[in-house]
């Protein structure tokens, strides 16, 4: 296929600052504007209706974006249930990231998953080795680990210098969901 990537890099937004999602939505939103073909899975956000949803099915078939697992457990220990779900999401995803059907794979969250203790690192790692060779992968999430940080080609930290969720702002339809 005529767009597809020589080399796929593997990019990780990490750190507490707002804008780690956003930017992998943003990059998820360029490559399908170049009729790559892409896919967005998205950790623990199983109970949340996040308007990009909406916005991928308007632009059409070459962006998927799937929601797996609890948000709920974030706030609690992670159950049976929710280790079942993420194992099941992350079979999936690596499946996804090897089969060579993408151009971009980005895997929203996964960093707070293995840092929840639902995903092992050393699957992950497993993961980026056997990604197909022209697919660019996207990690997001707070706290990514080290090991991962050493296997990627791009780490970018959003720093939190300022969030108005302090001065009591709740998250907001459109803005933050
Ligand atoms: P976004 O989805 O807006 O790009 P993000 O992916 O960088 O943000 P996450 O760590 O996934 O941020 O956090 C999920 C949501 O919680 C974000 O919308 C963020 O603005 C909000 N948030 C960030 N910091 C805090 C905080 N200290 N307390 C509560 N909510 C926060
Ligand atoms: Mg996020």
Redesign the pocket.
């Known amino acids: 296929m005529a767009n597809r990537l020589e080399k796929g890099l593997v990019q990780i937004y990490t750190g ?8 992998s939505l943003g990059l998820a939103f360029r490559a399908a504007g170049h009729d790559f073909q892409v896919y967005v899975m998205q950790f623990m956000k199983g109970q949340t209706i996040c308007g990009e949803l909406e916005a991928a099915r308007r632009v059409g078939a070459n962006l998927t974006i799937e929601q797996v697992g609890r948000e709920a457990f974030v706030s609690s220990e992670p159950t049976a249930e929710d280790r079942r779900l993420a194992a099941e999401a992350f079979a999936r995803a690596r499946q996804l990231t090897s089969s060579g059907d993408y151009d971009l794979v980005v895997l929203d ?1 996964l960093n707070c998953a293995v840092d929840y203790g639902l995903v092992p690192v050393a699957e992950v790692k497993e993961l980026i080795r056997a990604k197909a060779p022209h697919t660019e992968l996207v990690l ?3 706290n990514a680990h080290p090991e991962l940080i050493e296997l990627a080609d791009l780490v970018t930290e ?1 720093r ?1 210098i300022k ?1 108005y ?1 302090h001065a009591g702002q709740q ?1 907001r339809r459109g803005i ?1 969901s």
């Open positions: 507490n600052g707002k804008g780690k999602t956003t930017a969250e997001t999430g707070r959003m939190e969030h969720y998250a933050e």
